[in-house]
């Protein structure tokens, strides 16, 4: 499992767009990056995964450089209702790496009105 | 509609009282899992099952057990709680399939006091 590094907290306003960096130096060939999205008092939901290059959905976008040894989640004019705890996994199909997940302690995003 | 479930959602016990938080999905996944969220220590798993009768140990297993007799059914069992087993539980499941990119789906939460 690669290890990955995400800032601990990030303060933004209304309107702003975010962007959250994960560092995964390890990462391998076959491993796929996943963030995921935890309001307050409930489970973590899945916003976007990525390989490589760009990803976009209608939630957010997923930057990955060329050498995939870091990853960016970019959030377009965030609202109050963005602020939450942001987790960067990175690895491969459960089935090909035995089943551990690492979450760690994700980025708590905080947005000011 | 698809969904994962768990049961009960808050509960109070006291120590040494044994307890079974219980899991369900309807998603047919083969693959599921258990966390367990603590302020500042992020969500850490505590055990995980690849499929039917085949379960194994996360992070932080000690003091918990967990069993896997049907595909949408794992609970999880503490035979004897203690006060630093109090903490928020998820229950989380994803395909689990060869090739598959496994987004997980989790439960609504356990929020679990011990005594």
């Known amino acids: 499992l690669a290890k990955t590094t995400q800032p601990i907290s990030m303060d933004s306003y209304e309107g702003q767009e975010v962007n959250i960096t994960c560092s995964h130096n390890?990462?391998?060939?076959?491993?796929?990056i996943t963030w995921y999205q935890q309001f307050p008092s409930q489970g973590p939901r899945f916003i976007i995964q990525g390989y490589k290059t760009k990803v976009t959905n209608e939630v957010a976008s997923l930057f990955i450089p060329a050498d995939r040894k870091s990853s960016t989640l970019s959030l377009p004019r965030v609202s109050l209702s963005d602020t939450a705890v942001y987790y960067c996994l990175v690895g491969q199909a459960l089935y090909n790496q035995g089943g551990k997940l690492i979450f760690g302690q994700g980025t708590e995003l905080s947005v000011k009105p | 509609e698809a969904q994962v479930t768990q049961n009960p959602r808050y509960l109070i016990t006291v120590t040494g009282k044994k307890l079974t938080v219980t899991c369900s999905q309807n998603?047919?996944?083969?693959?599921m899992s258990w966390y367990r969220q603590d302020p500042g220590l992020g969500l850490r798993q505590i055990y995980y099952s690849m499929n039917v009768e085949v379960t194994d140990k996360g992070d932080v297993p000690e003091g918990y057990k967990v069993s896997r007799k049907e595909k949408r059914n794992f609970p999880l069992i503490l035979e004897s709680p203690s006060p630093n087993q109090t903490s928020l539980y998820f229950c989380a499941s994803s395909l689990g399939l060869a090739g598959n990119t496994d987004t997980q789906y989790f439960g609504p939460g356990t929020r679990l006091t011990v005594l």
């Open positions: 998603m047919n996944h083969e693959y």
């Open positions: 390890n990462i391998a060939t076959n491993d796929y």
